[in-house]
Nanobody
Framework: QVQLVESGGGLVQAGGSLTISCVASGRIFSNVAMGWFRQAPGKDREFVAALRGSGITTGYANSVRGRFTISRDNAKNTVYLQMNSLKSEDTGVYYC??????????????????WGQGTQVTVSS
């Protein structure tokens, strides 16, 4: 059974940085697309960033482009999200997602097959 476990969330001051991780275990393809989504209080889950299975192409939400960086280490089955210049509006539960068999990423959450339980990121001003 595929399992995704996020870690690294916490409380950070506005303008600060934080890196969260997602470790995948189980029978998951090494070249599948993976992404990060977040959900703020009272809001719908929204796309944050994603990485193509090859790791070459990336996609970002307009709200985080230039501030966040997604990367992966296939040897460790881990995906990272480096968050810089954090703002209060970045606060939310961040979820890791993975496709079962597609190498192409999407901004739509419904195309991902596996999800982690999320890690809370709180940005205080």
């Amino acid at each position: 059974q595929v399992q995704l476990v996020e870690s690294g969330g916490g409380l950070v001051q506005a303008g600060g940085s934080l890196t969260i991780s997602c470790v995948a275990s189980g029978r998951i393809f090494s070249n599948v697309a993976m992404g990060w989504f977040r959900q703020a209080p009272g809001k719908d889950r929204e796309f944050v960033a994603a990485l193509r299975g090859s790791g070459i192409t990336t996609g970002y939400a307009n709200s985080v482009r230039g501030r966040f960086t997604i990367s992966r280490d296939n040897a460790k089955n881990t995906v990272y999200l480096q968050m810089n210049s954090l703002k209060s509006e970045d606060t939310g539960v961040y979820y890791c997602a993975a496709s079962a068999n597609s190498e192409y990423w999407s901004r739509r959450p419904d195309v991902y097959d596996y999800w982690g339980q999320g890690t809370q990121v709180t940005v205080s001003s």
